[in-house]
């Protein structure tokens, strides 16, 4: 063989053995990634959701004021279109603008 081809087959080995090295360290690094599982029990609001009375979708921040009072804290404005929190004792009221757009009932 000539000098070349050495120096052409040290060059492709190197090339094959830092692709395999890389390789390795990806795959060890892929390997020691976990992600941790969060469980979180579903809120079962079927029948609970008639025993709290909430505010209904559409419904305005003055009716929901009205109805409820004041809120505990409020949240917000948030983002494009406005996002709003009211949070009362029992349940969440999200507003986009003025208006309601979900209740939630509060886990117990």
Known sequence: ???HSKHGQRRTM???TM???AGGLLWGAA???AADELKTPVMQQGADREQ???PR???SQQQVRSDYGQP???KGPVGDPPITQWVYDDFVVYFEYDHVIH???KPE
């Open 1 to 3: 063989m000539d000098r």
């Open 14 to 16: 190197a090339r094959v």
């Open 19 to 21: 692709a395999l090295v």
């Open 31 to 33: 390997g020691s990634v």
């Open 52 to 54: 709290v009375q909430m």
């Open 57 to 59: 979708h559409g419904q």
């Open 72 to 74: 505990q804290t409020v």
């Open 103 to 105: 209740s939630v009932k």
